[in-house]
């Protein structure tokens, strides 16, 4: 399952993964975040839920590399992404590790967009 929104006003993408997301679906996913990022400007923040997804395949983390990049061409700024699953939190670190990013981790939903509110006024928590 998955969910991409944005918020034009805070200037935010929402991306939520869940379950085990194979080719097809994980395709549809890239197209729909490519779409949302087109209403936001450079510099947008990321909150990345994958509380619920789990580890994917070879060809998925390839995929998954390719979001990345992605995001880094459309311009996206910090990102912070929701964990609870511990293999799903290690195959993330390694695709934003390959991709040259870096992303904070959180608990929650409402902790991962007080920590972009933060980082997008340039305050420390």
Request: net charge neutral; aromatic share 4%.
């Amino acid at each position: 399952m998955f969910r991409v929104t944005s918020d034009p006003e805070r200037n935010r993408l929402y991306i939520t993964l869940a379950g085990h997301i194979e080719g097809p679906e994980r395709q549809e996913a890239m197209k729909a975040l490519i779409a949302e990022t087109a209403k936001l400007s450079e510099g947008f923040g990321v909150v990345s839920d994958i509380s619920a997804l789990h580890a994917s395949n070879e060809e998925g983390f390839k995929d998954l590399l390719r979001v990345k990049a992605a995001l880094k061409l459309k311009g996206a700024g910090p990102i912070v992404r929701v964990v609870k699953i511990p293999l799903s939190r290690i195959q993330f670190e390694r695709i934003t590790e390959a991709a040259g990013y870096r992303a904070e981790e959180t608990h929650s939903l409402e902790e991962a967009d007080r920590r972009l509110d933060e980082l997008q006024a340039g305050t420390k928590p």
